[in-house]
């Protein structure tokens, strides 16, 4: 299982479904401001939307991190 989670392969699934997600929560919050606007009922969605986009970051993030460290 080690050997799985630190071969590269497993890296860019992570990447791409960060990135598959990031993109679905910036979806996410143009509809939301587009269909409903900035109100009390749009709150939910954007918290989702602005979670999703921050774990494509983090994903990101870790990706470059170990594309750095041998």
């Known amino acids: 299982m080690r050997r799985l989670v630190r071969s590269e392969g497993y890296a860019r699934t992570k990447l791409v479904t960060g ?17 409903v606007g900035l ?16 774990l494509g970051f983090v994903r990101l993030r ?3 991190a170990r594309k750095r460290t041998p």
């Open 19 to 35: 990135m598959l997600l990031g993109i679905l929560g910036a979806v996410i919050i143009v509809r939301t401001l587009a269909g």
């Open 39 to 54: 109100t009390w009922a749009a709150i939910p969605a954007l918290v989702l939307g602005l979670a999703m986009l921050a």
């Open 62 to 64: 870790e990706y470059r």
